[in-house]
């Protein structure tokens, strides 16, 4: 293996002389054939490899459901990258080139890179950790640093927000990863509620009453069936008297026009049909 490093060594510096000596081609291309075909073996063998570690890389991260699609190509092109790297060295070391010195010149200038490149690189760092833990997800309601609007994309290096009033905010990753964030999306809302209050209708039971008007808040359109309606009993009013309180969930901003609905339907459905006892006047619905 020596003789074959210093043999190559040779011709190597002896290769200026080429073309003043044409020929010399010959007989220096046949003395170096072998390394020429073993250096052709390991590119071939390189890009196969770095193709199937790519694959084999992003086939195992599309198991995984927490890991983005953007994060997958990301990983898979550092494992396609990094064998490509390790195929040239092994195709230089082929021809007796001493590999060593390369490495520290490539160190020396990932450092410098990454020094003048400091603040760009903390960004893609926290875009990748942000990625992986997902404290977030595109459509997310949030506030960060802050800024409030729904998400609308997330890359390696920014995070955009759109705001109420259709304002484009980007948010360099470090600003996001190095603050609170508050996710708006994450729990749902409790439901909001509203209530309405009626006299006892005449003619009807207290419970046969309180489930009456149950169903019929129930049936009323605009009521959402979770949570369900419910008529419980309390005391209210100037005359502190028996009434029906009547606690149901509207869809969207319509408890104006459901309390509407309901009081319609009670007066019509309830004190329409009910019987007068002996000698009592039927009240009028307030």
Not at 33 to 59: M, N, P, Q, T
Not at 142 to 164: A, M, P, S
Not at 216 to 223: C, D, E, F, K, L
């Amino acid at each position: 293996m020596a003789s074959a490093s210093n043999s190559v060594a040779s011709h190597a510096l002896a290769a200026p002389d080429l073309l003043t000596a044409p020929q010399m081609i010959l007989p220096f291309v046949l003395s170096n054939a072998l390394h020429v075909i073993g250096a052709i073996a390991i590119l071939a063998f390189g890009f196969w490899l770095s193709g199937k570690a790519d694959y084999l890389v992003g086939r195992a991260l599309d198991r995984s459901h927490h890991v983005d699609e953007m994060l997958r190509g990301f990983f898979s092109s550092i494992a396609r990258y990094f064998v490509l790297t390790v195929t040239m060295l092994a195709v230089l070391s082929e021809f007796g080139i001493q590999t060593t010195s390369i490495i520290a010149v490539l160190g020396a200038a990932s450092l410098a890179v990454g020094l003048a490149l400091q603040g760009t690189l903390s960004n893609l760092a926290a875009g990748v950790m942000l990625l992986i833990f997902r404290p977030f997800r595109v459509g997310n309601s949030v506030n960060v640093g802050g800024n409030t609007g729904v998400v609308r994309n997330l890359t390696l290096f920014w995070t955009e927000i759109v705001t109420d009033a259709n304002v484009q905010i980007i948010i360099p990753n470090a600003s996001v990863w190095g603050q609170a964030i508050r996710n708006m999306s994450t729990y749902q809302a409790p439901v909001a509620t509203a209530e309405l209050r009626v006299p006892v209708p005449a003619g009807f039971g207290l419970n046969e009453a309180c489930q009456r008007i149950a169903t019929i808040a129930a049936a009323t359109p605009r009521v959402l069936a979770e949570p369900a309606p419910q008529a419980l009993l309390d005391r209210g009013g100037a005359d502190n008297e028996m009434q029906i309180v009547v606690t149901f969930a509207p869809e969207g901003d319509t408890a104006s026009l459901v309390k509407n609905d309901i009081l319609r339907a009670i007066s019509e459905e309830l004190n329409g049909s009910a019987v007068p006892l002996a000698g009592q006047r039927q009240p009028a619905m307030a």
